[in-house]
């Protein structure tokens, strides 16, 4: 029977949102064309006028002005929710629009990994494989194919040189097998630093914002041995990171480019005894929401890390990673030594989401009309002036059709801005209509939506204007 009841009440409420709108408007039509016909009546016949003045005057009498001010409060409480819903549905279509006027990067969390060092050497393994007696008059027939169960394919496993040798240790056949193999040994880097510039953009369109990334990293190592070395260098592509812009990697001064990417920005070179090696890394790319900076996929130690990231917009970090070791304002510094970390640098921005914050705004300039309304009604009969009645008619239809203005003004200007210009307008209707002394709850009332562009501090403020129209309100014996 509850649930019935709800359906019932929702349903007639969605019956007045279709309908209200549609009697605000007809009221409007009506309230023009009258206002036509009296300035045409003036211009032929003012004692017409006159007359008809005489049969709308008990329309602007207190009772009717009251009546007259309940109506067009509740059509215009109808008219922005209809607003509301509307403006939702228009952000809605353009957030998963398929094409865009303005640019909007397909790029995210952008992670870089570290790069790593290492050096080519040649080891010899020695493996001895006990096989049945039979196994050399199965080779003579079958051939030596027979022996791959027991040996692994050798072309997988960067084998230089193989030689296999037979002999008998009684009934059995002892095969020995001497494989000569590279392998890479890593080469722990001397120092890292790395500048990062994170400059932050909200598109125009109200999607999101994201960030113009600009990465300068300088690594330096030194080949280990005694003798000369091949030593490679892998600099992994940041994942997540769309398009690459302006990339540049040079080697102790000269420039290095690199046809086939598929692992990594790979460098190979023959380095002589304790030659040091300096790599510098540069690079623009688009993200947004996250930057992580991996430092090692394993446990190993670094001897000297230095990164200094800086942004335009405030940052924080996730529960786990490496805080900065010093920061001043948006200028972040991490700057290790000698340490073994398997953790990671993460920062996340609070992007603004621009769809919800506007919905916010508009879904408060209801608030804001009943909050005008009663202010000044309590503060006229507090001080036992004349309440204005026809004055806040207009407040409210001022507020109401600036709010309409501005729900269409962000098609054409970043969203902020529209909203400002929207409400400032509607706060200078609604003072010409209140005059000066209302001018504190025209503002005040006007301007009050405007708080939730402040994200994450509305509530804050909302509270505090709160205190002060209270305190405004209170009255003190003097």
Do not use: C
Not at 104 to 114: I, K, N
Not at 169 to 174: A, E
Not at 289 to 315: C, G, H
Request: aromatic share 10%; hydrophobic share 45%; net charge positive.
């Amino acid at each position: 029977m509850i649930e019935q009841f709800k359906d019932l009440l929702q349903n007639l409420w969605e019956m007045l949102l279709q309908n209200g709108l549609w009697i605000f408007a007809g009221l409007l039509g009506v309230a023009l064309v009258l206002g036509i016909v009296a300035w045409i009546v003036t211009r032929v016949d003012r004692d017409a006028l006159q007359k008809l003045g005489q049969v709308f005057r008990p329309l602007f009498s207190p009772l009717g002005l009251v009546l007259l001010l309940a109506l067009t409060t509740w059509g215009a409480w109808l008219a922005l929710g209809l607003l509301k819903n509307d403006l939702n549905v228009r952000l809605l279509h353009r957030e998963s629009a398929t094409f865009s006027s303005t640019e909007m990067p397909a790029a995210g969390d952008t992670t870089q990994y570290s790069p790593y060092a290492s050096y080519i050497q040649e080891r010899t393994y020695t493996r001895n494989l006990i096989l049945p007696p039979d196994i050399l008059d199965r080779i003579g027939v079958e051939g030596a194919e027979i022996l791959t169960p027991y040996l692994p394919d050798p072309s997988t496993e960067n084998i230089t040189r193989l030689q296999d040798q037979f002999r008998r240790s009684g009934r059995n056949l002892v095969l020995t097998r001497e494989a000569t193999q590279l392998t890479e040994e890593p080469i722990a880097l001397e120092s890292t630093d790395i500048k990062v510039n994170l400059g932050f953009i909200q598109s125009s369109d109200s999607k999101r914002s994201y960030y113009n990334a600009s990465f300068d990293g300088s690594y330096v190592f030194e080949n280990p041995l005694d003798q000369v070395a091949t030593v490679r260098f892998n600099f992994p592509l940041p994942y997540g990171s769309g398009t690459l812009k302006d990339f540049q990697m040079t080697v102790n001064g000269k420039q290095y480019e690199l046809a086939n990417l598929s692992q990594g920005y790979l460098w190979e070179g023959e380095v002589a005894a304790q030659e040091k090696i300096t790599v510098q890394v540069k690079y623009k790319n688009q993200g947004s929401r996250m930057w992580r900076y991996e430092l090692s996929n394993k446990r190993e130690p670094i001897k000297a890390f230095k990164l200094v990231l800086t942004s335009d917009q405030n940052t924080k970090f996730q529960t786990g990673s490496l805080y900065p070791t010093s920061q001043g304002g948006n200028r972040y510094t991490w700057d290790l030594k000698n340490i073994i970390t398997a953790q990671s640098i993460v920062l996340a921005f609070s992007g603004v989401a621009i769809r919800e914050t506007l919905i916010k705004v508009f879904s408060f300039v209801p608030v804001s009309l009943l909050l005008l309304v009663g202010w000044v009604v309590f503060s006229s009969l507090l001080r036992n002036r004349k309440v204005p009645l026809l004055g806040l008619v207009f407040s409210v239809l001022g507020l109401t059709l600036s709010a309409v203005f501005g729900a269409y003004l962000v098609t054409y200007l970043p969203a902020a801005l529209a909203v400002l210009l929207a409400l400032i307008l509607g706060a200078v209707v609604a003072f010409h209509a209140l005059g000066s002394a209302h001018l504190v709850p025209a503002v005040v009332s006007a301007l009050t939506p405007a708080v939730f562009l402040w994200t994450g501090n509305a509530g804050l403020v909302l509270s505090l204007l709160g205190l002060v129209v209270l305190l405004g309100l209170i009255p003190v014996k003097r």
